[in-house]
């Protein structure tokens, strides 16, 4: 019962390079959604998910992408890496489906991401 | 847009002694969820216990309880018989209660670090 499964789960990046990070859920959960974790601030969202190919932005958005093609996966693309995004990034899924239905998110493990 | 805001960065308690963390929120809506999660070294986010806003009865899940102040728009966690495995960051967190509009999206606090003495 693997659940929300995210990798890499530590990554070092030099300034500019570019790098996904994988998230995948065996829940069938229809919606997924990133956050970012950094001291003081409790964690933020970036990226989230209704359904396969419907993607919206969250509070952070800016220097990540995301895609949706298939339910299971939402990976998470930093295009050219920055030392702002030095921070723990977090998977998560639900379903509406769930029952009880108590609005409760399924996360991933998280990865730490440094950026020199 | 909801606010959540955790006004103790660090707390601490003895082992087998009570505290109490307090979140408080800032909403229009009437219907919603919120949530105490919990975050060992481990970095996992684990639930400690949620709350639905139309409930009066405030949640409670063996040790954890939490006083649910709908008016004020307070939120707070009392542990009981503190364990030295409690210790963590404690994160409360909001969600509309609409999937429509809220899917997975939650509303975090800053965090409270909670450390429990021996």
């Known amino acids: 019962n693997a659940g929300v499964t995210q990798t890499p789960k530590f990554q070092v990046l030099k300034t500019g390079q570019s790098m996904t990070l994988q998230c995948a859920q065996d829940?069938?959960?229809?919606?997924m959604s990133w956050y970012r974790q950094d001291p003081g601030m409790g964690l933020r969202l970036i990226h989230y998910?209704?359904?396969?190919?419907?993607?919206d932005q969250g509070e952070v958005p800016n220097g990540y992408n995301v895609s949706r093609s298939t339910t299971e996966d939402f990976p998470l693309r930093l295009l050219s890496a920055a030392p702002s995004q030095t921070s723990v990034y977090f998977c998560?899924?639900?379903?509406?489906?769930?029952?009880?239905?108590?609005?409760?998110?399924?996360f991933g493990e998280g990865s730490r991401l440094t950026v020199l | 847009a909801q606010t959540v805001t955790q006004s103790q960065p660090e707390m601490s308690v003895q082992e087998a002694e009570t505290v109490t963390l307090s979140c408080t929120y800032d909403?229009?809506?009437?219907?919603?969820?919120l949530f105490w999660y919990k975050q060992p070294p481990s970095r996992q986010m684990i639930l400690v216990i949620r709350?639905?806003?139309?409930?009066?009865q405030n949640a409670t899940e063996n040790r954890f309880s939490v006083n649910f102040q709908k008016a004020a728009k307070s939120f707070s966690l009392k542990i009981s018989d503190s364990q030295l495995g409690d210790a963590a960051m404690y994160f409360c967190?909001?969600?509309?209660?609409?999937?429509?509009?809220?899917?997975?999206?939650?509303?975090f606090g800053e965090g409270t670090q909670l450390t429990v003495n021996p």
């Open positions: 909403t229009s809506e009437s219907d919603y969820y």
């Open positions: 998910s209704v359904g396969a190919g419907i993607t």
């Open positions: 829940m069938n959960h229809e919606y």
């Open positions: 709350q639905e806003a139309y409930k009066q």
């Open positions: 967190a909001y969600r509309s209660a609409p999937w429509e509009t809220s899917g997975s999206r939650l509303t």
């Open positions: 998560a899924s639900s379903s509406s489906a769930v029952r009880p239905n108590t609005g409760e998110l399924f």
